[in-house]
């Protein structure tokens, strides 16, 4: 399979950029393409092999590890990659903090049966803002003020669909410690869910030796 260009549906994404400043994330319902969509299952389909499972505080998930896949897969990613830091730098450049936004690697996360993501923020070192796009299975997901809170927004996120989420530094209003958290139900039919999350990380600074 070739690369190929990935396309979003037309919306304001201005504004859904501005609730994310504002209120922490912005449900965006048929996001991609229906091009755009099969391309990614299909490029997810060769990845196969290299989806392996693993672990963290909220969950157990399968995930794509890069550092062993191949190497055309990567750049063929990077059409998404591209894709997505041109559409949020030009329909959100009334913020300054994101003209600098761009994604550095992609995760493809896989969740079967009874798998939950339990509320959480993403580490502090994802900067500006996250986009989450789902390309199989159907699971609700989740806002919440508190860790141990009830859900503020709950969106059934299908194939196709995005949530963007506020990530650290793009609201300076907003520290680290006061973001949303976010959580993810179990898939809703027999079908995995898949999605994959585009992120900018920044390797937080070494600590200084002193002499």
Same mark, same amino acid.
């Given at each position: 399979? &070739?690369?190929?260009?990935?396309?979003?549906?037309?919306?304001?994404?201005?504004?859904?950029? &501005?609730?994310v400043y504002e209120t922490g994330a912005s449900y965006v319902p048929d996001f991609l393409t229906p091009q755009a969509l099969v391309y990614l299952q299909n490029l997810v389909g060769e990845l196969e092999p290299f989806i392996v499972q =693993?672990? %963290?505080?909220?969950?157990?998930?399968?995930? =794509?590890?890069?550092?062993i896949a191949d190497v055309s897969l990567k750049f063929r990613m990077g059409s998404a990659t591209t894709a997505l830091t041109?559409?949020?730098? =030009?329909? /959100? &450049?009334e913020f300054k903090s994101l003209s600098d936004w761009y994604v550095t690697d992609p995760f493809v996360l896989r969740y079967y049966d009874d798998t939950l993501v339990m509320p959480h923020r993403d580490h502090e070192e994802y900067q500006q803002i996250g986009v989450t796009v789902s390309i199989a /299975?159907?699971?609700?997901?989740?806002?919440? %003020?508190?860790e141990d809170g009830k859900p503020v927004n709950t969106w059934r996120v299908k194939p196709g669909d995005a949530v963007f989420l506020r990530m650290s530094g793009? %609201? @300076? %209003?907003? @520290?680290?410690? &006061?973001?949303?958290?976010h959580s993810v139900g179990a898939p809703l039919t027999?079908? +995995?869910?898949?999605?994959? =999350?585009?992120?900018k990380y920044i390797e937080p +600074?070494? @600590?200084?030796q002193k002499k």
């Open positions: 399979m &070739r690369e190929k260009e990935i396309t979003f549906e037309e919306k304001d994404y201005a504004a859904h950029i &501005r609730e =693993a672990r %963290n505080n909220t969950s157990t998930f399968y995930v =794509a590890d890069w550092d041109d559409l949020i730098k =030009a329909e /959100g &450049r /299975g159907l699971a609700d997901f989740h806002t919440h %003020n508190e793009f %609201n @300076p %209003n907003v @520290p680290y410690d &006061r973001e949303i958290f027999s079908e +995995p869910r898949t999605s994959i =999350a585009f992120r +600074p070494k @600590p200084t």
